[in-house]
C-alpha cells in the first residue's frame, strides 16, 4: 500500500511538470485561495513539503491546518501568499532566478 507522503510527492511532481511543461507562471490548485501578496513572517514548518526542480517549485501542506504560503526566489519574482488547505498544494515558476525558501505570510 502506498502512503499519503508518496501520494502526496507523486501527486505534486506531476502537478509541477504539467506547470512546466505548459510554461505557466504563478498557479493555484483546487482548494487554493491567492490572496494579496503581504510580508513574510518566517521559514514555513516543516510539515510543508516541498519540491524543487529547475525554475519551478511546488509546495504541499501536510500540517493538518490551514496555512498561508510564499515561495520566494532569489532574484527573481517571488510568489504571490497563498492560503493553502490541509492536503493541498500550488506551484510557482519563474524565469530568472532560483528558489531560496518557502515562507508563511
Known sequence: ??????????????????????????????GTVSAA???????????VERFVRGQGASVYNNCGRTLKLKIVVSLGPDSSCHTVANHRG???T???GRYDKTVTC
Open 37 to 47: 501578496s503581504r510580508g513574510a513572517q518566517g521559514t514555513a514548518p516543516s510539515c
Open 90 to 92: 500550488f506551484q510557482h
Open 1 to 30: 500500500m502506498i502512503n499519503q507522503r508518496t501520494t502526496a510527492r507523486r501527486r505534486a511532481a506531476v502537478l509541477m511538470t504539467a506547470a512546466l511543461l505548459a510554461g505557466l507562471g504563478t498557479t493555484a490548485t483546487a
Open 94 to 96: 519563474w524565469s530568472i
